[in-house]
């Protein structure tokens, strides 16, 4: 298994379109959730496709090894509202203008292709001649894997926040700062 001999495709917003059922299938391979939850995922996932497929600044990276994914990053530019359920997160640093902030909204690898360096190499690809100038995204603070990672490629916890969608859950807001734009 080597990364090198996986091909990596960056999708805009017209080709991401289609790669809806690749999303999903990665999206059910690399998540571990009880049945009602994964279901609950998949579903606001498709709902929300075509309206964060035309987001400004979407991207979708796919990594392939003969034809076959094995794993994506998507993201897209954000407004304030994500910021909204923020907790102990200071305003210059929740406010947002068109273009500020990309935020990575799902990251994930099949079980077997982690630890191989594929999440490294797609997100590589997500930042490659951004316009923002800063990258955000959510991770659960349990999930010490994604974590490791995102702090190990210059990532710092900027504080909590506690999604409407999701009661309950407190994520930890990652930030990256110092991106081209
Ligand atoms: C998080 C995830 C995407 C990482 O993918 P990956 O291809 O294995 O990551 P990489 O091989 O590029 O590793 C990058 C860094 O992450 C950290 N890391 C990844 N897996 C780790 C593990 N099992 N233990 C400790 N550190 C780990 C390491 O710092 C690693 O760098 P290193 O190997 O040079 O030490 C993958 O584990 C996954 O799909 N998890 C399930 C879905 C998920 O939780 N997604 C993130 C939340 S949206």
Not at 161 to 170: H, L, M, Q, T
Request: net charge negative.
């Amino acid at each position: 298994m080597n990364v090198d001999d996986l091909v990596f495709t960056v999708h805009g917003p017209t080709t991401a379109i289609e790669q809806l059922e690749v999303v999903v299938d990665l999206y059910r391979a690399a998540f571990e959730k009880p049945p009602a939850e994964m279901e609950q995922g998949v579903g606001w996932l498709t709902q929300a496709w075509a309206r964060r497929t035309s987001a400004p600044g979407f991207r979708l990276v796919v990594a392939s090894h003969d034809g076959a994914p094995v794993g994506a990053i998507y993201g897209h530019q954000i407004g304030e509202s994500w910021w909204e359920s923020a907790i102990g997160i200071p305003s210059d640093v929740t406010k947002e203008w068109p273009g500020r902030t990309v935020a990575f909204i799902d990251m994930m690898v099949r079980p077997a292709w982690r630890r191989h360096g594929v999440a490294k190499r797609m997100h590589a690809l997500q930042l490659a001649d951004r316009a923002e100038e800063r990258a955000t995204l959510l991770v659960n603070p349990a999930n010490t894997n994604a974590r490791a990672a995102y702090i190990k490629w210059g990532y710092e916890r900027a504080g909590a926040i506690e999604p409407v969608a999701f009661p309950g859950k407190s994520y930890d807001a990652m930030l990256l700062d110092g991106l081209g734009g």
